[in-house]
């Protein structure tokens, strides 16, 4: 049993290597759904989806988001009630992009959550139709919301920051609505306890991987499997591979490395796997008391993926 | 001031007609919104769309709803799920023919209603958006649903008979779910009070113009100005021009005639047009108290429709 905490991109990219490495069947991966929204009565779950897509091998490899091989006609047509709506009105919104194919997933998500299911058996239904062989667990079934506080737009969605600003704007706060009364959903805290190897998986420590530590008893569930947890830094070199990572850190008064993400990690994990660029901050991480191991993190290939896969599980076994 | 009472296909296309006839500013359309249902989540208003799809131009010509040019990119993809879907769940269900275009219009109406707007406000919202003349207004801004009990089916949701089952199953009975606690939508008894025609659209008078007639108000409404309201017979020559009314006229006892349709008007309409192939039947008609024009009622050309239009506001002026 291999438990991997997962935002979007960077960890659908570990888990595609970590599949490879693996035994599809003894992996969770336990998804952020800070990030959802409702937009235009569609519940979008954006990192359930890229995890989902990526490991179909459908996700669009431009763009790193959303469908290959997608058409934008029901976006298109949109367009025509932007005009119309009031002042103040989010309807008819096309600043967040849903291809036509990828609005099937929210259609069917908006559906079955309408009729009384929960997120997690949604999305096991939805793991399912595409085929894949491991599970995702949303981290809660409550509506936890990330909200971002900005200088210049007062408090935003976690969607109007990302996208609508293209999170270009400065951030001076990060919260998760709902957190302190959510519960951890079915099966979340029994893959932590019962997990051979727990992978923080490259992702916004912030934003990605705050909203899971945000619910009450996943922290603690960590800090007792402290040995067993495994982080891969986000950071390399000082900046993000994709995203805001590292100007959100600075923002936020942490320090946009690999020694900020140590700080982050240390209560709740025992080793952080750095990149090659960074081995000169070894020590440092150590001094945060956590094992470093050093070894190229940036998954540019599946097989560079699956090779930082199987050194992460070598580190905590 | 020129209202019509409309169903879906036929009253639109009468509609288009008398918009070529009459400054469109001056005329209303009260729609059926008793065919409304919920899928995936969206709110659909199948009558409402299909008139302004009609006068806007953009009707699919061959089937008759939907957008013309249409792509179904997401019931494609939404065919993925419909194997992991539990017993019993309507999600991923595929129908119901939602295009792409088409589901914008579905997105907008969904959000708006969400954030409180009434669909008098977001029907408002998309007619501007299509740049039509006229002023539609939904019958209601309650949720009034047409149920149809069948014989092997139980009660169905009228698109789950409709569309479901292609209005090919025997019908014991139809009810229109809310309408005692309806209230007529805003304007709409000032747009009966007011005008100075009325004209009934050649609609099914059962489920089209039925759900109109059950709301607390409104045949009170047309029978007061009796002398001004019109109708145009949706059955010529013993059958319906298109769907299921005729069967329907037989399944719940009625005639399958225009004087079966007359039977049920005479109380609300002083004047029925009906085709020339009932020619016959026109004495008939008038015996069932009401003034009987007969003309060409198949409204195979915009000019046939045009001229259809001009001899209904001729009977009542």
Redesign the interface.
């Known amino acids: 049993m291999i438990t991997v905490l997962a935002g979007g991109v960077g960890a659908a990219r570990y888990l595609r290597g970590l599949l490879a490495a693996v035994d599809p069947s003894t992996v969770t991966a336990i998804v952020n759904i800070g990030d959802d929204t ?6 979008i779950s954006p990192d359930l989806d890229t995890v989902t897509y990526t490991l179909a091998g459908a996700i669009d490899p431009v763009r790193g988001w959303g ?1 290959v091989d997608e ?1 934008w ?6 367009a ?2 932007e ?4 002042e103040g ?5 096309t600043w967040f992009g849903l291809g ?6 929210h ?2 998500r ?6 009384g ?1 929960t997120l997690t058996q949604v999305t096991a ?2 793991v ?3 085929g894949l062989g491991l599970r995702l667990l949303p981290v809660t079934d409550a509506a936890v919301r990330t909200l971002v506080d900005t200088v210049d737009h007062g408090t935003l969605g976690f969607q109007e920051y990302f996208v609508g600003h293209h999170h270009s704007i400065p951030v001076t706060g990060v919260r998760f609505a709902g957190a302190e009364h959510a519960r951890p959903g079915p099966d979340v805290l029994a893959a932590l306890d019962d997990a051979e190897a727990i992978v923080i998986a490259p992702s916004n420590p912030l934003v990605s991987i705050g909203p899971l530590r945000a619910i009450p008893g996943i922290d603690a569930a960590l800090q007792a499997r402290r040995d067993r947890v495994v982080a891969v830094s986000p950071i390399v070199a000082g900046a993000a591979l994709k995203g805001p990572a590292d100007r959100m850190l600075v923002e936020l008064g942490h320090e946009p490395s690999v020694v900020g993400v140590a700080r982050l990690y240390a209560p709740v994990c025992g080793t952080l796997v750095i990149d090659e660029a960074d081995a000169g901050l070894a020590d440092a991480v150590a001094a945060e008391g956590m094992r470093c191991i050093v070894t190229p993190t940036v998954m540019s290939s599946p097989e560079l993926a699956r090779r930082l896969a199987e050194t992460t599980l070598e580190a905590v076994r």
Do not use: C, F, K, N
């Open positions: 409702v937009l235009h009565g569609l519940a469908l058409t006609r029901a976006m298109g047509a949109l025509r009630y005009p119309v709506r009031p009105s989010r309807a008819g919104a036509d194919q990828d609005l099937a997933t259609l069917y908006t559906a079955r959550l309408a009729e299911a239904e939805i399912g139709a595409w």
